[in-house]
């Protein structure tokens, strides 16, 4: 088939790269042009496992091809996926303009039927906004496609390559028929591709998110009730997700979620919730502990260092907000070394890829280190803010000789508490029971000061 994807962000460009690996002819068109040359040279502007190999060997073949000139692209393609950002407006609500506005445009260039794929999370309704702006510009015959993205970052590749579902949100028999010929060699071990309405199809996207962001903060919030009562949340965890009814999945605890995908989405779903009268209280809550959260650990440095952290430096490793991914959109990061910073701390910070994104918003205020032992020496704690891999199993001989003091704050809960004590560390976790080894756990909760501030 011929596809166009209009927007080659995250979702767009993996979206291009998969369909063009399965054969298809797909021409990705940006309206910046930076990005568009540096993409004709096989420069890949973010970072996710498996996707440089597979851009360069489908713009090798001819079958992936980045353009800037949206009519060519709509002349090219059945298909036509807006995978376009829908930012946060200042309401909390989703903002279409790039989505609408493409939408209009498009309709001047169709020159036969076409199957018009809204791929990017928007509210429910949309779908109906584009067809009518759409109604308006042209005579010529389309369907317009709700299909959204379950991408995670860091597997996104293989998210795509072996979706668990397909969700196509249709009422044409047409429409549904080509996109069920699209997606055929992705679901070939059986996992379904699920035909609704649009508006229920636009709800899913919001839904899943929603529950997940409600599955992290729900054990978030848990972990701080364990550190009050000397419970240990990752015990904890492993009860509550031997029980199938509940599963493994989005069970850890740390510094709340972050990203491009679950902060906006359920700042979004509880605006749409607000228009049509019927406050999601639940969601409302999961958004108020998420903001908290991050500033748990901070509150737990605070009490360690008896409230003064002035000229104290403190070793970060992880700026990104998970693994496998250069994103901080959102990263817990973001927020802790600002808070620190503030209180006059200096940071010393590595993160295998996410430095440079970091060093383009907060510049030079804080060290940048390309080797994890470099960020901690003379450091006076090391403070785990990312989960990466590598960060699991360090040299912990090496780490207590190189701090001033032998302090870790696992914002992850990636070490466990009486090796770590074993060692002669002080540790503190998120609801690990008693935090550094033996300090008062109902002495750590976020203050009034710093919950205002989210």
Same mark, same amino acid.
């Given at each position: 088939?011929?596809?166009?994807?209009?927007?080659?962000?995250?979702?767009?460009?993996?979206?291009?790269?998969?369909?063009?690996?399965?054969?298809?002819?797909?021409?990705?068109?940006?309206?910046?042009?930076?990005? =568009?040359?540096? &993409?004709?040279?096989? +420069?890949?502007?973010?970072?996710?496992?498996?996707?440089?190999?597979?851009?360069?060997?489908?713009?090798?073949?001819?079958?992936? =091809?980045?353009?800037?000139?949206? +009519?060519?692209?709509?002349?090219?393609?059945?298909?036509?996926?807006?995978?376009?950002?829908?930012?946060?407006?200042?309401?909390?609500?989703?903002?279409?303009?790039?989505?609408?506005?493409?939408?209009?445009?498009?309709?001047?260039?169709?020159?036969?039927?076409?199957?018009?794929?809204?791929?990017?999370?928007?509210?429910?309704?949309? =779908?109906?906004?584009? +067809?009518?702006?759409?109604?308006?510009?042209?005579?010529?015959?389309?369907?317009?496609?709700?299909?959204?993205?379950?991408?995670?970052?860091?597997?996104?590749?293989?998210?795509?390559?072996?979706?668990?579902?397909?969700?196509?949100?249709?009422?044409?028999?047409?429409?549904?028929?080509?996109?069920?010929?699209?997606?055929?060699?992705?679901?070939?071990?059986?996992?379904?591709?699920?035909?609704?309405?649009? $508006?229920?199809?636009?709800?899913?996207?919001?839904?899943?998110?929603?529950?997940?962001?409600?599955?992290?903060?729900?054990?978030?919030?848990?972990?701080?009730?364990?550190? $009050?009562?000397?419970?240990?949340?990752?015990? =904890?965890?492993?009860?509550?997700?031997?029980?199938?009814?509940?599963?493994?999945?989005?069970?850890?605890?740390? &510094?709340?979620?972050?990203?491009?995908?679950?902060?906006?989405?359920?700042?979004? *779903?509880?605006?749409?919730?607000?228009?049509?009268?019927?406050?999601?209280?639940?969601?409302?809550?999961?958004?108020?502990?998420?903001?908290?959260?991050?500033?748990?650990?901070?509150?737990?440095?605070?009490?360690?260092?008896?409230?003064?952290?002035?000229?104290?430096?403190?070793?970060?490793?992880?700026?990104?907000?998970?693994?496998?991914?250069?994103?901080?959109?959102?990263?817990?990061?973001?927020?802790? *070394?600002?808070?620190?910073?503030? $209180?006059?701390?200096?940071?010393?910070?590595?993160?295998?890829?996410?430095?440079?994104?970091?060093?383009?918003?907060?510049?030079?205020?804080?060290?940048?280190?390309? +080797?994890?032992?470099?960020?901690?020496?003379?450091?006076?704690?090391?403070?785990?803010?990312?989960?990466?891999?590598?960060?699991?199993?360090?040299?912990?001989?090496?780490?207590?000789?190189?701090?001033?003091?032998?302090?870790?704050?696992?914002?992850?809960?990636?070490?466990?508490?009486?090796?770590?004590?074993?060692?002669?560390?002080?540790?503190?976790?998120?609801?690990?029971?008693?935090?550094?080894?033996?300090?008062?756990?109902?002495?750590?909760?976020?203050?009034?000061?710093?919950?205002?501030?989210?």
């Amino acid at each position: 088939m011929n596809v166009t994807i209009v927007g080659t962000g995250y979702v767009g460009l993996v979206m291009g790269a998969v369909l063009a690996d399965s054969g298809n002819t797909v021409m990705c068109i940006d309206n910046n042009l930076a990005k =568009v040359e540096s &993409l004709q040279n096989g +420069k890949i502007p973010i970072y996710e496992p498996g996707l440089e190999e597979i851009v360069k060997r489908n713009t090798k073949e001819g079958r992936l =091809v980045f353009s800037s000139d949206l +009519k060519t692209g709509v002349e090219h393609a059945l298909i036509i996926m807006l995978c376009l950002p829908t930012p946060q407006d200042e309401d909390g609500s989703a903002d279409l303009r790039y989505v609408l506005d493409c939408s209009a445009e498009i309709a001047g260039y169709l020159n036969s039927y076409k199957v018009i794929v809204s791929k990017s999370t928007v509210p429910v309704g949309t =779908v109906d906004r584009i +067809k009518n702006i759409m109604k308006d510009k042209t005579s010529r015959q389309f369907d317009v496609v709700s299909n959204p993205e379950f991408l995670k970052e860091g597997a996104a590749v293989s998210d795509s390559l072996k979706p668990d579902r397909i969700v196509v949100g249709t009422s044409s028999e047409k429409a549904a028929k080509i996109m069920k010929d699209l997606y055929a060699p992705f679901v070939r071990t059986g996992n379904p591709i699920i035909i609704m309405d649009e $508006r229920s199809s636009e709800m899913t996207k919001y839904a899943a998110n929603g529950f997940l962001a409600t599955k992290i903060t729900y054990m978030n919030d848990l972990a701080n009730l364990c550190d $009050r009562v000397g419970a240990d949340i990752e015990l =904890v965890r492993k009860g509550m997700g031997s029980d199938p009814r509940i599963g493994p999945q989005f069970l850890f605890a740390g &510094l709340g979620y972050g990203g491009s995908c679950f902060p906006k989405d359920v700042k979004a *779903l509880i605006n749409t919730a607000k228009e049509y009268e019927h406050p999601l209280a639940i969601l409302n809550a999961v958004d108020s502990v998420n903001a908290n959260q991050r500033y748990i650990i901070i509150n737990k440095i605070l009490h360690h260092f008896n409230n003064d952290i002035k000229g104290k430096t403190f070793a970060l490793w992880g700026l990104s907000f998970k693994p496998m991914t250069d994103d901080i959109r959102e990263a817990p990061a973001l927020t802790i *070394l600002k808070e620190l910073l503030a $209180r006059g701390a200096n940071i010393k910070a590595h993160d295998p890829i996410a430095m440079e994104n970091v060093k383009n918003i907060i510049g030079d205020s804080i060290t940048y280190h390309d +080797k994890a032992y470099d960020a901690i020496k003379d450091a006076d704690a090391l403070l785990i803010i990312t989960e990466w891999n590598e960060f699991r199993n360090p040299d912990f001989d090496k780490i207590k000789n190189m701090l001033k003091k032998p302090i870790i704050f696992d914002g992850r809960n990636i070490y466990d508490p009486k090796e770590m004590k074993d060692l002669g560390f002080v540790y503190y976790g998120v609801g690990r029971g008693v935090d550094g080894n033996g300090g008062d756990p109902t002495q750590v909760s976020v203050d009034v000061e710093l919950k205002n501030k989210s």
